[in-house]
């Protein structure tokens, strides 16, 4: 419908917004905002458009404006809210519902954002706290129901994320959310047969695309638990094209932080400017960081858990605290300056690391914090030149485990995650980053231990007291009880599923069921595999 001539600028524009012509409203509004640069309802109405396009900066300026001269403007709030959580500014989105807890029409949409702000931020009990509440107040929101299904399911309530799922399918039956969340729920509880069912007549019907890459990939996972591994193979594949298909951020970076190139890059560096042609690096005064390194797939997710339980250690998950360091002193054009830091310039990167640290810790009060990033091994150098002083846990487990693995996830997309899209580029990603890491630790004299992932799930008592005492900390029995500490505990990995069970070795050796598979990178990886001392005589 196309809104009146006779209608003013404003008019036109809310009308637009309420039929959901984003852009046109915009146009509207900014006529307006020429002639009145100061117009609430314009400022208004341009950033509740804003905000559905997906321009989040333009709504969060419009919004924040009428908001300072108009603080009552209760939907300019929620939108605020909205805008900021999409933003990632989630603490900042949580000030903003507040006031809305007593709005009587708004309420039930600031408690649906207050769950999601709660959940981005790891505070899972909180977001279900959230979800709880409305539905209590609201029992057919079938949104509510869905996403406190798939956040239990993420916290491994796995009966009462069913539950949940089959309310809000009986609420909603074509919700797509509910629908992989059971099918994730029935194949995790064993009733793997159930699952493939509900998947196949899932993916019968068109689906979106990330709708059918999740659904085929969760039927490739129960075809694998039922010993079918050719149909899991072919699944697998299919879920990865078309991600490359339609996933917008797919793209391989070779040149970016986490790239093939730079691991290259980086590799060279290091080897024609060993540390002793650095400047010197001057002392610190502060306890020396430790890092929980590795390729991805490699146990890291495993031993976070189980090194966070111990009650005097906590672990940050996969945060970039490096980010600042990297831009200002390590890309190719700032290396020089990296190898000649000054004293000044080596005191400010710590500073900026410990304070990112700090911001990113959910426990003040650990006496040691662990910061894992698996792809921060390509980073070694950096980690020396700061904090030569540091140590490393090096996660390690047969390259052959890992590259299937990294192929059989689904990733978001970010960093070095397209990679792991294809099999050839997941091969030649390992091999290039294991090497760059490899020469790295052997160069460099950090404080180092290897644990490999295969110790671990064979002994995990005696590979925790390896790494305690290596940290110099009292090993604690809490470290072998790990999966009853992490129950309401979301994990933002792709291993959570993982690393909830009963620990198990049937991922040992799992590359041998897809030897046919691996066939055109097995030689690749099999040289890796001599080379980490895995056995390949025969194989």
């Known amino acids: 419908m196309t809104p009146s001539p006779d209608l003013n600028p404003l008019a036109a524009a809310e009308q637009a917004l309420t039929q959901s012509d984003f852009e046109r409203c915009v146009s509207l509004c900014e006529t307006q905002l020429s002639r009145d640069a100061v117009n609430l309802q314009a400022h208004l109405l341009r950033g509740l458009a804003s905000n559905q396009l997906g321009n989040l900066q333009r709504a969060i300026d419009d919004l924040v404006f009428v908001l300072e001269r108009e603080p009552g403007q209760a939907h300019g709030r929620l939108a605020l809210a ?67 299904a798939a956040l239990l399911e993420k916290t491994n309530a796995l009966d009462e994320a069913l539950a949940w799922a089959d309310r809000a399918l009986r609420i909603a039956p074509a919700n797509r959310s509910a629908r992989l969340t059971r099918a994730a729920c029935l194949r995790r509880l064993g009733r793997l047969e159930e699952a493939v069912e509900f998947l196949q007549s899932m993916l019968a019907a068109p689906l979106p695309p990330m709708s059918e890459i999740m659904a085929t990939n969760q039927l490739a996972q129960a075809m694998d638990r039922l010993g079918n591994y050719r149909e899991a193979f072919a699944l697998y594949s299919r879920a990865n094209a078309l991600q490359q298909e339609h996933d917008p951020a797919y793209g391989l970076d070779h040149t970016g932080p986490y790239g093939l190139a730079m691991a290259d890059f980086l590799r060279d560096w290091l080897r024609n400017h060993p540390p002793a042609d650095w400047s010197p690096t001057p002392p610190d005064d ?64 710590r500073r900026i690391y410990r304070a990112a640290r700090a911001d990113a810790c959910r426990d003040p009060d650990a006496q040691l914090v662990i910061d894992k990033l698996p792809l921060n091994s390509m980073y070694l150098p950096l980690i020396y030149r700061l904090f030569p002083d540091a140590r490393v846990i090096f996660a390690q487990r047969d390259p052959r485990d890992v590259c299937l693995s990294c192929f059989f996830q689904t990733f978001e997309l970010v960093g070095a995650m397209p990679y792991f899209l294809r099999l050839d580029t997941t091969a030649a990603f390992y091999g290039a980053v294991m090497q760059q890491a490899r020469e790295a630790l052997d160069t460099l004299p950090l404080a180092q231990l290897t644990v490999r992932y295969e110790h671990v799930v064979q002994d ?78 025969g194989q």
């Open 286 to 349: 502060r306890a020396p960081p430790v890092f929980l390194l590795g390729f991805p797939r490699s146990g890291t997710t495993l031993l976070d858990r189980v090194l966070g339980a111990h009650p005097r250690m906590a672990v940050i998950e996969e945060r970039e605290l490096f980010l600042e360091i990297r831009r200002r002193w390590m890309s190719r054009e700032s290396f020089p300056q990296f190898q000649q830091m000054s004293a000044k310039d080596i005191a400010q990167a």
């Open 82 to 148: 909205q805008a900021l959580r999409k933003n990632g500014h989630f603490e900042s989105a949580l000030s903003q519902l507040e006031p809305l807890w007593q709005h009587a029409q708004l309420r039930p949409h600031a408690l649906f954002e207050a769950a999601r702000a709660n959940h981005s931020l790891g505070r899972a009990s909180a977001a279900i706290a959230h979800y709880q509440t409305l539905l209590q107040e609201h029992p057919n929101h079938a949104g509510a129901a869905a996403n406190l």
């Open 460 to 537: 995990l008592e005696q590979e925790t007291r390896r790494i305690t005492d290596f940290l110099g900390m009292a090993w604690d029995p809490a470290m072998l009880a790990y999966r009853e500490q992490q129950t309401g505990t979301a994990i933002n990995t792709p291993s959570y599923q993982q690393v909830s069970e009963p620990i198990y070795q049937r991922s040992m050796g799992r590359w041998q069921h897809y030897r046919e598979d691996l066939a055109p990178v097995l030689d690749k990886l099999h040289s890796w595999a001599e080379t980490l001392g895995y056995p390949t005589a």
